[in-house]
């Protein structure tokens, strides 16, 4: 149980357009599911909390008007990457919690790479 | 606010030897604690947590780790690893009475990748 799903696995984008990265848990309802970032040899970074039904909060220094993200189900999210750049490029995971506990279930991950 | 700090950025050992990866976080308030591991080109992967009750958490595939409140430590324990267990693991907490906004988020250390010779 709790498997979280992350589709798609990889893409290659052109500078300037937008990227939609989608969030699934497969058989349990995420109340809250939360995006991070992960650069090359480097931990990861928490970009924003998604609440079902509610704006993301975001972390400091991460853009909202760039990492757009809806939380439109209990089982789905999207971040989306808009006029992505070069710089945008990393590894995007994201993770869910099931209403009640404490255990974030990570997605396999999305790597991006903007030409 | 809460900060991790993994002390060893890689840790190389021979298969059958065991292991330990420390980890070393800092709270005001009381936390939850976890590892998780990450494979290449994977997400991340719950081994085990500590919530609440003993302090010896045992995980899966042979992985252990002891809470210690008064050292702010949680190292994880292997007693003989394998080839198979050559990945990057992660310890991270997260605050155990958070509400609102902050319910749930989770800090990371630094991370150390542990490689298995044979």
């Known amino acids: 149980g709790a498997v979280v799903s992350q589709h798609p696995s990889r893409v290659i984008c052109k500078s300037g357009t937008s990227v939609k990265i989608e969030c699934r848990s497969l058989?349990?309802?995420?109340?809250?599911m939360f995006w991070y970032r992960q650069f090359p040899k480097q931990s990861l970074m928490l970009m924003a909390t998604?609440?079902?039904?509610?704006?993301?909060?975001?972390e400091q220094g991460v853009e909202k008007d760039k990492f757009l993200i809806n939380h439109a189900s209990l089982t789905l999210s999207t971040l989306t990457v808009t006029s992505a750049h070069p710089e945008d490029s990393s590894f995007y995971i994201c993770?869910?919690?099931?209403?009640?506990?404490?255990?974030?279930?990570f997605g396999p991950g999305t790597r991006l790479t903007v030409l | 606010a809460q900060s991790v700090t993994q002390l060893d950025s890689q840790v190389p050992v021979f298969e059958e030897a065991p292991v330990e990866l420390r980890c070393n976080y800092s709270?005001?308030?009381?936390?939850?604690l976890f590892w998780y591991v990450q494979y290449p080109n994977q997400g991340l992967q719950l081994l085990l947590k500590?919530?609440?009750?003993?302090?010896l958490v045992k995980g899966i595939n042979g992985f252990e780790a002891e809470f210690n409140k008064s050292q702010t430590s949680f190292h994880l324990r292997k007693p003989s690893v394998h080839i198979s267990d050559t990945a990057e693991y992660f310890c991270?907490?997260?605050?155990?009475?958070?509400?609102?906004?902050?319910?749930?988020?989770?800090?990371f250390g630094q991370g150390t990748i542990l490689t298995v010779h044979p």
């Open positions: 709270s005001s308030v009381s936390v939850y």
């Open positions: 998604s609440n079902e039904g509610s704006k993301a909060t975001y």
């Open positions: 993770s869910a919690i099931a209403g009640g506990t404490d255990t974030q279930y």
């Open positions: 991270a907490v997260s605050e155990s009475n958070a509400g609102g906004t902050s319910y749930g988020k989770l800090t």
């Open positions: 058989d349990f309802q995420a109340t809250t």
């Open positions: 500590y919530l609440s009750g003993s302090t």
